[in-house]
């Protein structure tokens, strides 16, 4: 009888042991500190520039910069900055450090992952991306930076919702407004030019061309 009961016992513990609660953990963004920041096109003038770690389980995981977009009550999604080596091979002694605007990253509060977002045609210097849900607009940049792309992209989808060729770049081209969203219906506005606006309606899968009815916003 003894030897049932104990077998009973371990048993159960086994069983508890399995469906033990996993472990949480603790993701949260820092304070914000300030440093001095050298664009890429123009490094004769460094500009303050805010930042704040990204901290996992009490642990520095990453620099972030700009503000945080909550996608749903447990992920966020941030851009990140990093420090880059400029050192010249011919240059010997201390690192020289600069800062780098990186990709976005994907945040989970209670699994505690952090993974990089791929967004095609980001360029980290001249695009600004705007959230919605889980939805990313923002103008693309080909590689050569010689063409730039209205893009909308959602999370978890490989291939973007809409990539729209909307000119040149040039230096006399201005830069591209971050677009704006609204929704019911779902809906983001592009105006790369003051002549220029393209607004489209969001579905899940698919995005039209929404056609702007010339009452809205009148009276």
């Given amino acids: 009888m003894r030897t049932f009961v104990g077998f009973v016992t371990y048993i159960l513990l086994c069983t508890g042991i ?77 690192p020289r450090w600069r800062w780098d605007r990186g990709g976005w990253l994907l945040a989970d509060r209670v699994s505690g992952k952090v993974q990089p977002l791929t967004l095609p045609e980001f360029d980290p210097y001249p695009t600004t991306v705007s959230w919605f849900r889980d939805y990313a607009a923002y103008c693309g940049v080909s590689d050569d930076r010689s063409k730039f792309f209205a893009m909308i992209v959602q999370l978890g989808r490989r291939k973007p919702l809409l990539k729209k060729a909307l000119g040149e770049v040039g230096p006399d081209a201005p830069a591209c407004p971050l677009p704006v969203w609204q929704r019911n219906p779902v809906r983001v506005t592009f105006q790369p030019k003051a002549d220029q606006k393209l607004t489209f309606s969001v579905r899940s899968r698919a995005v039209d061309l929404a056609v702007e009815d010339e009452s809205e916003g009148q009276e």
């Fill in 18 to 94: 399995g469906f033990a609660a996993p472990k949480q953990h603790v993701v949260a963004l820092g304070k914000w500190t300030s440093i001095k920041w050298l664009a890429e096109d123009d490094e004769t003038k460094a500009v303050d520039l805010r930042i704040r770690p990204l901290y996992v389980d009490g642990r520095t995981k990453e620099f972030t910069v700009g503000p945080a977009h909550d996608v749903t009550d447990r992920a966020f999604v941030v851009q990140r900055i990093f420090r880059l080596n400029d050192s010249l091979p011919a240059e010997s002694g201390t």
